[in-house]
């Protein structure tokens, strides 16, 4: 029996999905809810066209591109009468140090969405500069002084409570 692209495409959103959904969560500073409603759209974005994806040689990297450029348009177009709260949804913690994840989601929601952006890329996800540029289009240079900056407000933000953390 021959596949199908919506078959491919299943098994495609069902072995990425859950790593989706944890790129959205830092990418929205611990925001549960808008990370799943992120990693759908962009899985949405995705089946729209998935006859071209399937061919790429990297579909899981498109996936992470669509996912990044999803919630960079959502910062862009946020309504203005949200309100960040950091009260974060119910979640199992596997965390050694919950308070350590805790702080620096808060700190990391202080970022501006593409020093955000750049960082989970970078040190999250483990991405290359040449790769963390090609998904935010940037230059290699740009990112690399983003990486700098948004660390440098990172350990500002932190300051003292990282510390007090390392040493618990």
Partial sequence: MERTSTQDFGEFAATRGRHLVRTAFLLTGGDAHLAEDLAQEALGKLYGKWHKVARMDNPAGYAQTVLVNTFLSHRRRRAAGEHVTDVFAETPVTDPDPSLRLTLLRAL??????????????????????????????????????????????????????DDLARS
């Avoid at 955000?116 to 996800?125: K, P």
């Avoid at 990486?147 to 933000?157: D, E, F, H, M, V």
Wanted: hydrophobic share 45%.
């Fill in 109 to 162: 929601a202080e970022l501006p969405a593409q020093d955000r952006a750049v960082l989970v890329l970078r040190f999250w996800e483990d991405r290359s500069v040449e790769e963390t540029a090609h998904i935010l289009r940037l230059g290699e240079s740009a990112v690399r002084s983003r990486s700098s900056r948004a660390l440098t407000r990172l350990r500002a933000l932190l300051g003292s409570e990282l």
